[in-house]
Nanobody, 125 residues
């Protein structure tokens, strides 16, 4: 059974930094794209960042320059370093894995087959 488990969420003040981690088990994602999405109350789940098996990255314009996605070369993990967070970054953050994504990792939700349960990030002003 494939599982993605997020950790690292919490309550922080605007301008602070936070690091989210996602650990996958049940299959290897070393050659697959992994991504982060988020969903704020009353809004649709939106793309945040993704990284391919060959370490090509893709970011939403709203987080570019502030967030950094990374992954270990061997371990089945992907991290999201969040800097200069803003109140509008408040959301549940989900880790996702896509085994059929090639080239630049897409930001389309339907391209990702595996999802974690999410971790809450709250940014106070």
């Amino acid at each position: 059974q494939v599982q993605l488990v997020e950790s690292g969420g919490g309550l922080v003040q605007a301008g602070a930094s936070l690091r989210l981690s996602c650990a996958a088990s049940g299959r290897t994602f070393s050659r697959s794209a992994m991504g982060w999405f988020r969903q704020a109350p009353g809004k649709e789940r939106e793309f945040v960042a993704a990284i391919s098996g060959s370490f090509v990255t893709n970011y939403a314009s709203s987080v570019k320059g502030r967030f950094t996605i990374s992954r270990a070369k061997v371990e089945n993990t992907v991290d999201l370093e969040m800097n200069s967070v803003k109140p509008e970054d408040t959301a549940v953050y989900y880790c996702a894995g896509g085994t059929k994504i090639w080239g630049i990792p897409t930001g389309a939700r339907n391209d990702y087959e595996y999802w974690g349960q999410g971790t809450q990030v709250t940014v106070s002003s």
